[in-house]
C-alpha cells in the first residue's frame, strides 16, 4: 500500500499488508534450484507406430471369398481378415506335393544305393549319381515350400497337406488342393482400414487391410530452428492434449530429424507415447513438453509468474516484494 524512496544504490521495496496480499493472490516464497537447462514446447500430432503396423496384401491374384473381420475390429496375430479363391495358390500347393512325392522317391532311391555300395553291389559312381538326384529333388521342395510359406501357409497347414504322400492313397494326393487362401495379419492390433468386399477381384500388392497395434503411438513434433540447440534425445518428455486436460502421457525421443524443412523451418522430433488405454487417437492435435537437464549443474529458478516486465524485458534485479 506504501511506496517509499531509498537513498541511491538501494532497492525500492513495495509493502503490502497481509490481507491485501491474500486477496491479490500475491505469494511469497525463496528461489528454487534445479538441474534443468531447458523446457521447450513442441506441437504436433499424433500417428500410428509404424513399427507396430502392417499393411495386408495378397501376393496372388484371386477373389475374395469371404471377409472375416470390418473396421474397428480387434485382431490377434496370425487371424484370417480374409478369404481368396486363388488359382496360383493351388498351383503352389500342386507344386509343393509333386515335390515331395519326388523327393521321396529319390531319397528311398539313394538309401538302397548306400545298403547297395556297402555291400559292393554297386559302384561308387552309381551311389554319387543317386545321391545327387537325390539333392536335387530336396532343392525342389525346399523352393516349393518357401512359396507356400510366404503365401502365408503355417506349420500345420503344411504338415496336413503332406500327411499320406508316402502312403499313397487311392485318391491321390491332390485331393487335399484347396485354391482357398487364407490372408492373415502377421501382428495383433486394430483394423485401421478394409479395402476387401465380397466377390472383388484382387491384383498382387494392392492393400486389403491395415493394421495397427495402437497401445504405443508416435507423436511428431516440431522444433522451430531457435530451439534446434537444446534438442536432446534424453530429454524428459510429457506429451498433453486439450482433448484430455489433467492427464500427462510420458514418452521418450526415438528420433531428431537430421534436415530443416525447407518450407515450416521445423526439424521434426518423434517421441514415442504408451497408450495403453486408448485414450490417444493417431491424428490427435497435441503438445510435446521437453524439460533438458545438465547433471551437475545448478540453476536457480523462480515461477514464471514471478517475473516482471519491464519497458518489454524480464527483470527481477533491484524489485523485490513483501
Known amino acids: 500500500e506504501e ?3 531509498h537513498g541511491a544504490g538501494e532497492a525500492e521495496q513495495v509493502h503490502v499488508a497481509p490481507a491485501d496480499a491474500r486477496a491479490w493472490g500475491v505469494e511469497v516464497g525463496p528461489p528454487a534450484r534445479t538441474t534443468t537447462a531447458a523446457e521447450l514446447v513442441l506441437s504436433g500430432s499424433l500417428r500410428t507406430n509404424d513399427n507396430r503396423t502392417a499393411r495386408i496384401a495378397s501376393l496372388v491374384p484371386g477373389q475374395i471369398a469371404a471377409v472375416h473381420v470390418d473396421l474397428g475390429s480387434a485382431v490377434q496375430g496370425g487371424q484370417p481378415l480374409a478369404t481368396l479363391n486363388a488359382p ?14 519326388q523327393a521321396e522317391l529319390a531319397r528311398a532311391d539313394a538309401e538302397r544305393a548306400r545298403a547297395l555300395r556297402e555291400s559292393r553291389a554297386l559302384e561308387e559312381r552309381e ?9 536335387e529333388h530336396l532343392a525342389d521342395l525346399r523352393a516349393a515350400e518357401g512359396i507356400l510359406r510366404a503365401l502365408g501357409v503355417t506349420e500345420e497347414g503344411m504338415a496336413a497337406l503332406a500327411a499320406g504322400v508316402d502312403a499313397q492313397a487311392a485318391s491321390g494326393p491332390h485331393s487335399r488342393v484347396d485354391p482357398l487362401l487364407p490372408i492373415r495379419t502377421p501382428l495383433g492390433g486394430v483394423v485401421l482400414e478394409r479395402n476387401a468386399v465380397l466377390g472383388e477381384p484382387v491384383e498382387p500388392g494392392r492393400t486389403l487391410f491395415t493394421v495397427s497395434d495402437l497401445s504405443v503411438l508416435w507423436a511428431w513434433l516440431d522444433a522451430y530452428e531457435h530451439q534446434i540447440p537444446h534438442l536432446d534425445p534424453s530429454a524428459e518428455v510429457v506429451v498433453r492434449t486439450a482433448l484430455l486436460p489433467g ?23 518423434r517421441v514415442e507415447v504408451p497408450n495403453r488405454d486408448g485414450a490417444l487417437k493417431p491424428n490427435m492435435y497435441v503438445q510435446g513438453f521437453l524439460r533438458v537437464r545438465s547433471p551437475g549443474v545448478e540453476r536457480i529458478v523462480v515461477p514464471p509468474d514471478a517475473v516482471q516486465l519491464h519497458e518489454g524485458h524480464a527483470a527481477l534485479r533491484g524489485q523485490r516484494f513483501a
Open 247 to 269: 492427464r500427462d502421457f510420458p514418452g521418450r525421443i526415438t528420433f531428431i530429424a537430421d534436415q530443416v524443412d525447407p518450407e515450416l523451418r521445423t526439424v521434426r522430433v
Open 127 to 135: 551311389f554319387l549319381r543317386r545321391q545327387s538326384v537325390y539333392e
Open 3 to 5: 511506496a517509499r524512496g
Open 88 to 101: 496360383e495358390f493351388a498351383r503352389a500347393q500342386t507344386d509343393y506335393l509333386q515335390a515331395l512325392t
